[in-house]
């Protein structure tokens, strides 16, 4: 625990030395990383007739379609765009190496009741922590997988609530943004795109707690969920849901560079 502590302070110092105090990087968002989740000999969670990379993989490349459509002058990085297995702490060093404006982890969700449907949107935090704790740990035990890694996460056990204490010593200096962007994609979700939005919440996130700029988890709905499987793996639906991700970081994008 004394070795988490040490590096997660290190992580906050990091953090805060790089942060623009007011807000983000001069407002000019024209880097972005698109995450989709899982990949290789990691699945994912699966439904009837699906497996959660897939689904991720096909709406994040979508989305990298879109953005490069309509706004041709943003540079868009993938951590994955095929399927391979890149690690945790590697999918965020590809957003920390470019300098990128924002991150964005695309996934799919599960749980035991198939009634549960909707989208739901994740920025790093502890907060309701008991809530979320079975997403989160199903997320962030994918390190299970990784080589060496207790000593790459310094001890961290994805499934032992004792190890997500000291996140709360990671309170990221771009929380407010990222709620602003997490706020936006389950209104386009809700609103435009038509699907049943369970709002944005805090979780610790691995993925999310390595990255140094607003940062997002977006779980694009649930293939416990007979329907919403079908409709996930619909290529259409792939599109209109792309379509919402990539309205509300346009609109984002507007928001924070109408203040420069």
Known sequence: MRNIAVTFGISVLLVLSAFNPVGVRSYKIDKIVIDPGHGGKDPGTHGSISKEKDVALGI?????????????????????????????????????????????????????????????????????????????????????????????YDG??????????????????????????????EDQMQTRVGRNSRGVRPAPFLVLRKTSMPSVLFEVGYLSNAKEEKDLNDRLNQVYIASGIFRAFRDYKQELESMN
């Open 156 to 185: 961290f056990d994805p499934n032992s609530p004792e190890s997500y204490i000291l996140f709360s010593l990671y309170q990221s200096a771009f929380q407010e943004n990222s709620l602003r962007l997490a706020q936006k994609i």
């Open 60 to 152: 994040a490349l979508e989305l990298g379609r879109i953005i490069k459509d309509n706004l041709p002058d943003v540079t868009i990085e993938y951590t994955r765009k095929d399927d391979s297995f890149p690690e945790l702490d590697e999918r965020a060093d590809v957003a920390n190496k470019i300098d990128a404006d924002l991150f964005i982890s695309i996934h799919a969700n599960w749980v035991g009741n198939p009634r549960v449907h909707g989208t739901e949107t994740y920025v790093m935090g502890v907060e309701k922590m008991d809530e979320n704790f079975k997403v989160v740990s199903r997320e962030n035990s994918v390190i299970l997988l990784e080589e060496n890694y207790e000593e790459k």
